[in-house]
């Protein structure tokens, strides 16, 4: 019989997000609960498919959405055959035992390449040795899963441990993307971008990553689910020494010898140094071209668009064993299903550099005409339909006017004549982006105190003045670096707005933190963090990292700050260009500022509109429990102000 632990309880939770509620109040509603230490034990036959006590297992249990709660989840269902999960990795151990070459150290020895398997999964040669994997025991004839258990439910996938009968009960991490997206083009190209990155940055860079067994892009294999099946590493988040919001009050000290860094922040500084380590080995080589890494035996791309020659620093033994594909942007590929893959992948790359235009013009140009085409489609499809919705209609309309205006600035922002910018070649050379660089990203092994990098789901090649700051450390806010010099009359405001600017500090010195620890290791790149150069790449951020149809609104903004700095930009050197490329009118200057005011106060008064209306189920439980959130009619949920006293 097959063990299958799931857990109790969720992720603790401690910040505030219901935004018209009093978060003192709501808090004050909610106690921390503690996942169990004993995880509940389900037992089942590997070979009863039907067996009704295994359906909770792959159910997403970790937070709950106020709106369409049960579609949510059902998108985030993982059910997957163990039976066919069994036999992949009994195929595994077969190719094992004929393999005894667990290390390619010398640039002579060609790494073999990925082997497909006649069960349609994918499996990786170089990291399936014998000795790696483990054996069994003399009277045990084929692999057996023990246990398998539920640890982790995130954003995009859920990680299983497995554990099987191999020496030292031998464990792998499965991963299973959840089906967010309407075309399964989507999460193939992720899957297979991944893993290629994942052994670049192996292989390549000598990166510690967990490495890669086996995996299959598509549901035609024996799990019936695309997957990745990886070594497990036995550590614990890096995030656990992350508090972001620890107390302190300044980043420099006096001494007697002057100022020096507040030794308070050692604790921050250790988790941002080692997330700079990481950062600073991504960027250790560049590329020729950008897009997203493959590997250069995939079938499925096509020969003719991908470019061979990505690198000229690989080393030897590797030079034909990846290609620069379609690139994976999140963005580039999120609620894009009305418009035809074969459209999509005109505009997704590889970019090469050209006399003409350079590749990070190229990127910005085709991001641009992706979602513009993507919001024509959209509008073609509900005209077509007779949609009476005409607000939908209406905001589309106004989306495709922003996207005109991106394609048509595209070419005027970032370039090689931006000459008053130190070492600006070396920010135009694409480097490896991970868009989930995060202490929640990161495992310490438990017994050497490895850092290991985890999720590379997403990862890009693209140029580095494009990359914008990790989200763990961002702010765009106003800045504060000493509570008692830059607010000299902090004790005198009330405790509200104590607190608001104790949260700036907090927020300036964790950025402050990350980009000195970049000039440290990359002092030739940190110009990337200039808010000249911010300005500068704002149309392009701001349209990545859009999440809701009204966030257009965002990249409209981005044209009226670069409106206001423009002059000073030519005048210094930075655009080449002396007339801002868009014009407006009063009106339309009127207009977008009443549509920012809008969308701000909608963002402060919606509960949990950060997270789309997602909650984390143990506060979502304690609010219910406290009659913050109801049910209503609908089979939705909403949420009562309550009485801040109370």
């Not at 230490?37 to 067996?51: I, M």
């Not at 980043?251 to 990481?278: C, I, Q, R, W, Y």
Request: proline share 5%; net charge neutral; hydrophobic share 35%.
């Amino acid at each position: 019989m097959l063990r299958i632990p799931s857990r109790i309880g969720s992720r603790q939770v401690l910040a505030c997000a219901g935004r018209n509620l009093k978060c003192g109040s709501v808090m004050r509603h909610i106690s921390r609960r503690n996942i169990s230490k004993e995880p509940e034990k389900v037992y089942t036959n590997l070979a009863d498919v039907n067996d009704p006590k295994r359906d909770q297992f792959f159910k997403y249990t970790w937070g709950t959405w106020l709106q369409n709660d049960k579609l949510e989840k059902d998108k985030r269902t993982t059910k997957f055959s163990l039976n066919g999960l069994n036999s992949v990795l009994d195929d595994i151990y077969r190719q094992a035992t004929k393999n005894t070459k667990d290390n390619f150290k010398s640039e002579t020895e060609i790494v073999p390449q990925p082997l497909t398997n006649k069960n349609r999964t994918v499996s990786m040669p170089n990291n399936i040795a014998i000795t790696k994997l483990g054996t069994l025991n003399p009277n045990e004839k084929s692999v057996t899963i023990k246990t398998i258990a539920s640890v982790h439910e995130g954003k995009h996938h859920r990680i299983y441990k497995v554990q099987t009968n191999l020496s030292d009960e031998k464990s792998f991490v499965l991963r299973i993307p959840y089906q967010l997206d309407d075309d399964k083009a989507t999460i193939s190209h992720r899957i297979r971008s991944e893993v290629a990155t994942l052994d670049f940055l192996d292989l390549q860079l000598k990166m510690k990553v967990p490495k890669v067994i086996c995996y299959a892009a598509d549901d035609g294999n024996p799990l019936g689910v695309p997957f990745i099946l990886q070594e497990y590493i036995d550590g614990s988040l890096l995030m656990k020494d992350w508090n972001p919001l620890m107390d302190d009050k300044a980043l420099m000290v006096e001494t007697g010898e002057g100022s020096t860094e507040n030794p308070e922040l050692a604790s921050l500084n250790k988790v941002v140094k080692s997330m700079a380590d990481f950062h600073a080995k991504l960027n250790s080589i560049s590329f020729n071209a950008a897009g997203s890494i493959y590997f250069k035996n995939d079938s499925n791309l096509n020969s003719e668009t991908v470019i061979d020659n990505i690198s000229n620093d690989l080393a030897s033994n590797l030079k034909d064993r990846w290609v620069l594909g379609p690139s994976v942007e999140r963005r580039l590929w999120k609620k894009k299903s009305d418009l035809a893959i074969e459209e999509r992948l005109k505009y997704l790359g590889p970019w090469k550099e050209d006399k003409e235009t350079s590749i990070s013009a190229q990127i910005l140009r085709d991001t641009a005409i992706l979602e513009l085409k993507n919001a024509e489609a959209r509008l073609a499809k509900s005209e077509q339909n007779g949609s009476k919705d005409k607000n939908t209609e209406t905001l589309i309309k106004k989306q495709i006017e922003t996207f005109q205006n991106v394609e048509k600035i595209s070419g005027d922002l970032i370039s090689s004549e931006m000459k008053a910018i130190p070492n600006i070649k070396d920010l135009l050379k694409p480097t490896i982006f991970h868009p989930d660089l995060d202490p929640m990203n990161v495992l310490i092994e438990n017994k050497t105190e490895t850092p290991f990098m985890l999720d590379l789901e997403g990862a890009v090649v693209k140029p580095f003045i494009l990359q914008s700051s990790p989200q763990f450390v961002a702010y765009d806010g106003p800045k504060i670096y000493n509570m008692k010099s830059d607010i000299p009359e902090f004790e005198k405001l009330s405790e509200e707005e104590r607190k608001h600017y104790e949260f700036m500090y907090k927020r300036t010195r964790n950025q402050f933190l990350w980009e000195k620890a970049v000039n440290e290791r990359l002092p030739n790149l940190i110009m990337t963090v200039a808010p000249p150069v911010k300005v500068l790449r704002r149309p392009y951020t701001a349209v990545l990292e859009q999440k809701t149809d009204n966030d257009y609104i965002l990249v409209d903004d981005s044209f009226f700050q670069l409106r206001e700095a423009w002059a000073f930009f030519f005048k210094n050197g930075l655009v080449t260009k002396e007339e801002f490329p868009l014009t407006f009118t009063d009106e339309q200057v009127k207009q977008h500022a009443d549509d920012l005011n809008s969308l701000h106060e909608k963002l402060v008064s919606t509960p949990f509109a950060a997270t789309q209306g997602w909650v984390p189920q143990d506060m979502f439980d304690n609010l219910v429990r406290a009659g913050v959130i109801i049910k209503d009619s609908t089979g939705n949920f909403t949420v009562n102000d309550i009485n801040p006293s109370a």
